[in-house]
């Protein structure tokens, strides 16, 4: 008989997706993933361990090809990762993001409450849900004032894991995680949306940046650590909610100016602030207060703030300088 564990892993092509499936492939897992069909596959952050994961084709939309993903993987934990996860999309997609982010979390539950209750579950939950921040740094005490659409899809999403727990007695955690980045983030997260200019603009591929609000402040992490912090919560004798963050803000100023330094380069020349992208209502500081994970969970950040952006940028200037100019 087989002890391997069997992991389900909803949004494996995305950031988190791509890294939680190698931390667990490390730790000999069978690893199955969720993708949805698209015209052009969207695999490139997992195209290198293509071959030692199970990918199965379902939607958050569709409840019974959620059902059948969870009956055929049989898995012991489901890490629920997939999301419309970009603020201002929400504003334009307000019903799709609440389908996706709010709804699609409940569609979860219910298929792994039908198949198997016995299955450990992962609600990837956000720190936006905090928005106008009640008090700093915030904890799993602090009341939520989410400021964007996406931001009320996930407070939906953790209330509905924690109902499902009380409910149900599923073993069912929410993750509250604040900003994590790494050289696979999105390039229309601001992180990377800069990382990746600083590249063309040291290449001569690109000379202005535009940007919105500079003087947001986000508690930055390194995405690799905070996949271990979603692993932990599943390995713990009873379930639970934990804030993973590194207790430490800066503002997007900040990250300019250590980013285009690193290259050489002096933000003020390249960077200008296009109204177009100050959003209806931003979410203008964010700080947690990770104690409870490490007293419970042992977990800690590793990456430094300023070591996560150098290796965001030698990332783009690598990957930047194969391509045909
Ligand atoms: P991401 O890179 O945007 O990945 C999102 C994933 O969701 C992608 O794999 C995407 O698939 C999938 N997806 C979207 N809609 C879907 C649908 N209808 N059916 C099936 N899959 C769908 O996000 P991430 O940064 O890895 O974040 C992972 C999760 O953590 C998200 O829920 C996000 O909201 C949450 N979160 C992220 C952070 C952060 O700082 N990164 C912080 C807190 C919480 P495609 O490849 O097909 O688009
Ligand atoms: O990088 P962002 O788009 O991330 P945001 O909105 O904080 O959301 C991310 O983190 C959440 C965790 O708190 C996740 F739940 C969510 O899924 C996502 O991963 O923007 C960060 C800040 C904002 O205040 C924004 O107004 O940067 C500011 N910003 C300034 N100029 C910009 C830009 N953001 C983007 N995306 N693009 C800009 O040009």
Redesign the pocket.
């Known amino acids: 008989m087989t002890t391997q564990r069997r992991a389900l892993i909803?949004?494996?092509?995305?950031?988190?997706?791509a890294y939680l499936a190698r931390f667990l492939l490390e730790r000999d897992y069978e690893v199955h993933g969720?993708?949805?069909r698209?015209s052009t596959e969207?695999f490139e952050r997992i195209v290198a361990i293509r071959d030692q994961i199970q990918l199965h084709q379902?939607?958050?939309?569709d409840q019974l090809s959620l059902v059948r993903v969870v009956e055929k993987s049989q898995p012991h934990e489901v890490y629920n990762?997939?999301?419309?996860?970009?603020v201002p999309t929400s504003f334009e997609q307000p019903l799709l993001t609440g389908e996706?982010?709010a709804l699609?979390v409940t569609r979860m539950l219910e298929a792994v409450r039908l198949v198997d209750p016995a299955i450990r579950f992962y609600q990837?939950?956000?720190?936006e849900m905090f928005g106008k921040v009640q008090e700093e740094p915030q904890t799993e005490r602090t009341p939520f004032w989410p400021r964007s659409p996406y931001g009320v899809a996930?407070a939906y999403g953790h209330w509905i894991t924690v109902n499902y727990r009380e409910s149900y007695d599923l073993f069912a955690c929410s993750g509250i995680?604040?900003?994590?980045e790494s050289p696979w983030r999105?390039k229309e997260f601001v992180t990377r949306k800069i990382s990746d200019a600083v590249a063309r603009i040291k290449l001569s591929r690109q000379s202005r940046l535009k940007l919105g609000n500079l003087d947001a402040q986000r508690d930055w992490g390194f995405?690799g650590d905070y996949v271990r912090a979603m692993w932990l919560m599943l390995q713990q004798d009873v379930p639970d909610d934990f804030v993973i963050a590194t207790g430490v803000k800066h503002s997007v100023r900040e990250f300019c100016e250590i980013a285009f330094g690193h290259a050489g380069l002096q933000w003020e020349d390249h960077v200008e602030v296009d109204q177009a992208l100050i959003r209806p209502a931003d979410v203008n500081t964010l700080c947690g207060d990770a104690t409870k994970a490490k007293q419970q969970l042992g977990w800690e950040p590793e990456a430094s703030f300023a070591e996560l952006v150098r290796r965001m940028v030698d990332a783009d200037l690598e990957r930047v300088a194969k391509e045909s100019p």
């Not at 990762?81 to 970009?86: C, V």
């Not at 990837?124 to 720190?127: H, R, T």
């Open positions: 909803t949004g494996i092509t995305g950031q988190d997706g969720v993708v949805r698209s969207t379902a939607d958050l939309l990762l997939a999301a419309q996860s970009f996706f982010t699609g990837a939950s956000s720190s996930k995680l604040f900003n994590h999105g995405a």
